[in-house]
């Protein structure tokens, strides 16, 4: 084989192997156009993962129970929250502050908790009463009024802040 | 003797950062992703190289282009070839018979690596660029402060209730290091060749 002929062999192969790969991607979807060229649409993934609307927080979270600490010195506020996405999520804080008979009492979660993909995880949320305050006699969920509500969540690395000052009001 | 001598004249005219530049072009394409994108941990992952462009949304994997998984299949033969090429051209030159076949060959693959890690760095630092400059242009609500090519930022966003931050991750994995290393050696050969020419 002279010189020349195996130049233009050795220089021609790779624009070959690239008209056979592209040949090849439209032969293995019937030679259609759109099939060969757009692969997933992320949307649709997204869409799989997160629900389209983000059911009310009422449906988020649901308090069980409201109850004194032993040495009756603490508010602990049971509460489970329904996650509505499709993804673990990581509860790293969470503050919420109630109003109860006159007093503001502000209860946190005393370490993160990690919500399974669709799942329910149960929340303690604990906070000191006011030093001046005795404890109150008689206790109940409709005697709190929630005043505001802070969460920072983690999802996949990304870090969503939630801050809702506007509860129910004075108390 | 002189056929222990001859042997070792003929060694000594072994192009042999064509070699190891060969081999490891050779093994390039398998080694995996040359560059990361990430968006959270987890949350947008892409992982590319000339070779491959796995993306995946919250751990789950998505197809970008049935096309472009093809081209890429081209490419990565593409690459094989030329490493071939390049080994084969470095080591020919022991026999005085396939000396300007070897020549052929080494001209021929001995920039070729060199050529697609350029491209590739060029192509990182124009999409770094134009994110950059995106919002401005299309007169966004935001700015995006996206790293050139390597490093970590945030970009942060609210919506009444609700702040959002995505940490941002940019940076080059090891395979990048050996294709740099590899891209290298083929000019070396490349060089090599030109001066052991001139000195026949």
Not at chain 1, 99 to 124: K, N, Q, Y
Not at chain 2, 14 to 42: C, D, M, Q, R
Not at chain 2, 130 to 150: D, I
């Amino acid at each position: 084989m002279s010189e020349k002929i195996l130049k233009v062999v050795v220089s021609s192969i790779p624009t070959i192997i690239i008209i056979v790969c592209v040949a090849a991607a439209f032969a293995t979807h019937d030679w259609n156009v759109q099939a060969t060229v757009l692969g997933d649409q992320p949307t649709k993934v997204l869409e799989r993962l997160l629900p389209g609307e983000l059911t009310s927080e009422e449906e988020l979270f649901e308090v069980t129970d409201f109850k004194l600490s032993e040495d009756r010195t603490k508010l602990i506020l049971d509460a489970v929250f329904h996650s509505p996405l499709n993804l673990p999520v990581t509860i790293k804080e969470m503050q919420a502050e109630f109003g109860i008979d006159g007093s503001i009492v502000v209860l946190h979660l005393p370490s993160e908790i990690t919500v399974p993909a669709r799942g329910s995880a149960s929340l303690a949320l604990e906070g000191p009463l006011p030093a001046v305050q005795s404890p109150p006699t008689h206790l109940s969920v409709e005697n709190l009024t929630p005043r505001s509500m802070r969460m920072r969540l983690e999802v996949g690395g990304i870090e969503i802040k939630l801050e809702n000052s506007g509860l129910g009001g004075a108390g | 003797m002189p056929e222990m001598m001859k042997n070792s004249i003929a060694w000594r005219r072994v192009n042999w950062p064509g070699v190891i530049g060969g081999i490891l072009t050779v093994a390039l394409p398998f080694l995996g992703s040359w560059w990361l994108f990430k968006l959270g941990t987890e949350a947008f992952v892409m992982a590319v190289s000339p070779f491959s462009v796995d993306v995946s949304i919250f751990g789950e994997m998505i197809v970008v282009s049935p096309l472009l998984w093809w081209l890429i299949l081209g490419l990565k033969l593409g690459v094989v070839y030329v490493g071939v090429l390049l080994l084969t051209g470095s080591m020919l030159p022991v026999s005085n018979r396939y000396a300007p076949i070897a020549e052929l060959f080494v001209r021929f693959s001995a920039r070729k690596l060199l050529w697609l890690v350029v491209a590739f760095v060029g192509v990182l630092l124009l999409v770094s660029v134009l994110l950059n400059q995106l919002p401005g242009v299309l007169g966004l609500p935001f700015q995006l402060q996206v790293p050139y090519l390597s490093g970590t930022s945030s970009f942060s966003t609210s919506m009444e209730y609700i702040q959002l931050t995505i940490p941002i991750f940019m940076g080059f994995t090891q395979s990048f290091v050996v294709a740099v290393i590899a891209a290298a050696l083929g000019f070396s050969a490349w060089i090599y060749q030109k001066k052991y020419k001139k000195q026949e």
